[in-house]
């Protein structure tokens, strides 16, 4: 994930390296581990001609393993943040010498113990070293499988007590490596959704940061409880629960699975692009977030992605071919993981995902950010006039407050307009745009010819509705989970199990007629159909569709800036305002015994 630019010269944050993983420069060493562990043989073995060689080589051996394994994993840094070709060597390199240095200190642990006075807590590192590696690996490639590698060596660390006599050690950099591998370790399973996991993480780190606050006299004792805040509020952020019987709560993944999109049905006519690669970008004030994902981010990334498999039965290691006899499967396409970027780098991100776009591919682009609004009035409407969403800006580097008292006539510079997409929409581009000012990007114009949609959320919701800003987008939540968004709209915040499986199943014949809507309709824009050959793309229009209808059939969503709108516009009296479509959301307003919300009569309403 790649954050945004900060105060000049004030380095990164050690709370945003402890989480994200990020390499950290280590102090320049004088001596190498070997030479310290060979005089730790001659003061632990006696003479040095009592030590048999084999023993000898043996320590010899591991101790330059180690120090290769580290000048590989603290080299990952200097690895360009994009481009997906050139880092791929380097990671196939890092992970083989992990992988001896793991199978070497098994097989030789006795003589480690008796010879170099290996620590548990040692083998932890190693473990937790691989662990980071899968989980980069999983940001290179967005192949959730290696979520689940990670996982299994984070708990397996956990299992074997790893970690356990770092407490009884005075040396308080020991401890932080324990806390920052259960803030590492709850990324990951949040990531794959589970949740029972976490809670029970965050009591033990909770602990940990408590033990540790009171035996070291530390300045980060903040930043820690920062991180249980954090995380506490991000697990709380799904505004409905659902539960079994004993009234436990479900956990319910959002990415898709083998029957999550709608299928195509023999006739439809769609175009044949696929979704290759996506920049999910997060800049909203004051949104809950964990390790620099936010909860929109989090949750469209997750739409982006399909169900994790189990690695073991696909690969050996990252970087292998997988043999031709097993079963193809589509790969979820690339992402770009941006939280408050400027513009600069969001711009460089873009140009580097555009430029290694295959054919016949899509990018796509998602924007959850602060609106920002022009300034003055403007004679004209071109595509800089309506201003955009924020990026990141580092206010030191601008001549006193010149970003607020500019003149009128100059342009928002912290902010990405629709103009500055224009290069870009020469291959097909899809957009998605979450903002108080999302309709900015409605004033689109299409240069190239080329497939183009733009999704864009309401820009305010009824004051009636309960606010959950900081707690995610409704507009996102409908697109990563439109059941839970349609709970809430309703007034629900709990459901039984049974209950919600029947709705789910319903909700999927209405994506399925949604989607026969959109491809049988005879005034749709074609750039739709174009994309709607791509599962991804798929879901996400009939998502959009489901969005739009609920909000204008719901009594309290009354005012235009209320709806999500579209560009192209999709024919409303086809889709979002179709009355088979609208008897369809009754039905399952029924189902949940909330029909009393929605008014019966929709089309006469207007």
Known sequence: MVRGARQPQQPRSRLASRLTGTVEKPPRKRKSRTEFALKEIMSSGGAEDDIPQGERKTVTDFCYLLDKSKQLFNGLRDLPQYGQKQWQSYFGRTFDVYTKLWKFQQQHRQVLDNRYGLKRWQIGEIASKIGQLYYHYYLRTSETSYLNEAFSFYSAIR????????????RPELVVKKL??????????LLLNKMDVVKDLVKELSDEIEDYTHRFNTEDQVEWNLVLQEVAAFIEADPVMVLNDDNTIVITSNRLAETGAPLLEQGMIVGQLSLADALIIGNCNNQVKFSELTV??????????????????????????????KPTRRENPHKYLLYKPTFSQLYTFLAASFKELPANSVLLIYLSATGVFPTGRSD???????????????????????????????????????G????????????IVDSSNSVAYKNFTNLFGQPLVCLLS?????????????????????????LMAFLFVSGLSSMRRGLWEKCQEYLRKINRDIAQLLTHSRSI??????????????????RFVFCSATMRMHKIFRETRNYPESYPQLPRDETVENP???????????????????????????
């Open 159 to 170: 299992q074997r007590s790893y970690y356990s006599q770092v407490n009884k050690e005075d």
């Open 180 to 189: 920052r591998y259960y803030a590492r370790f709850i990324v990951v399973c």
């Open 296 to 325: 929109d981010m989090f949750r469209m990334l997750q739409a982006l992605e399909r169900e994790p498999m189990n690695l073991a039965s696909q690969m050996n290691k990252p970087g292998m071919q997988e043999s031709a006899d």
């Open 380 to 418: 004209s409407e071109g595509p800089y006039d309506f201003g955009g969403v924020l990026t990141n800006s580092n206010r030191d580097i601008i001549n006193g407050d010149a970003i607020h008292k500019r003149n009128q006539s100059h342009k928002e510079m912290h902010c990405l307009h629709p």
């Open 420 to 431: 500055d997409l224009y290069p870009f929409t020469r291959k097909p581009l899809f957009i």
């Open 458 to 482: 309401p820009t305010a919701y009824p004051k009636a509705l309960q606010d959950q800003s900081q707690r995610g987008s409704l507009f996102t939540l409908f697109l990563n989970n439109p």
């Open 525 to 542: 824009d074609q750039a739709f159909l174009q994309f709607f050959g791509d599962e991804f793309l798929r879901l996400l229009l009939t």
């Open 580 to 606: 088979h479509l609208q008897k369809h959301i009754l039905e399952l307003a029924s189902i949940l015994d909330v029909r009393n919300v929605f008014f019966e009569n929709t089309i006469d309403d207007y």
